[in-house]
């Protein structure tokens, strides 16, 4: 049985930072890209960040661009995100995701966390 477990989530100060990390089991995704993504209350599901295979390439939404750095281990068959300078606006329940034919697409993902909750406060 293939699993994502997320873990790091946690209530923190703006301007804070927290580092989530998403655990993969039941199989390596070595060669597939694996992303991010949050969704808060009454909100849709949206990008955060996502990663090549090889970590070569990353992708960010601009709401977070040069705040947060997404990162893998191949060997530990893991994924983990880097959320410094935290606003209030990052609340959200946050997704671990792997496995796409495209990355900002929630859809086009085959494989999903069950997610960790991220509260901001002011």
């Known amino acids: 049985q293939v699993q994502l477990v997320e873990s790091g989530g946690g209530l923190v100060q703006a301007g804070d930072s927290l580092r989530l990390a998403c655990a993969a089991s039941?199989?390596?995704?070595?060669?597939?890209?694996m992303g991010w993504f949050r969704q808060a209350p009454g909100k849709e599901r949206e990008f955060v960040a996502a990663i090549s295979r090889a970590g070569i390439s990353t992708y960010y939404a601009d709401s977070v661009k040069g705040r947060f750095t997404i990162s893998r281990d191949n060997a530990k068959n893991t994924v983990s995100l880097q959320m410094n300078s935290l606003k209030p606006e990052d609340t959200a329940v946050y997704y671990c995701a792997a496995q796409t034919w495209e990355v900002r697409t929630p859809i086009a993902y085959s494989y999903w966390g069950q997610g960790t909750q991220v509260t901001v406060s002011t």
């Open positions: 039941g199989r390596t995704f070595t060669n597939d890209v």
